[in-house]
């Protein structure tokens, strides 16, 4: 487990395998354009990302802003909080 150096909404440090709540924009110009989902965060080719479980592709990323995160536990000790 890795500390990401960053810290969620709360104050709270974001740590690799953390289970963390936020919302993300898709690439369009609307502000209010946001959902809300939940996963867990993963170290990916050098940087660290919120990987929900069900999506593979290395791409996603790159059209979403995300932001406004908040831990709400780790894949270790609540592993039922990503199951959907």
Do not use: A
């Not at 104050?11 to 690799?16: A, L, P, Q």
């Not at 924009?25 to 502000?31: F, H, M, P, V, Y």
């Not at 069900?54 to 790159?62: G, K, N, R, S, T």
């Amino acid at each position: 487990m890795q500390f990401t150096g960053l810290k969620d909404r709360n104050g709270k440090e974001i740590w690799e395998g953390d289970i963390v709540k936020y919302k993300y924009q898709d690439g369009s110009d609307e502000e209010n354009n946001f959902d809300e989902h939940k996963s867990k965060i993963e170290f990916v080719e050098g940087q660290f990302y919120p990987r929900p479980h069900q999506i593979e592709c290395e791409d996603y990323w790159y059209s979403y802003r995300l932001f406004d995160f908040e831990v709400i536990g780790n894949i270790w000790e609540n592993p039922e909080l990503l199951v959907k």
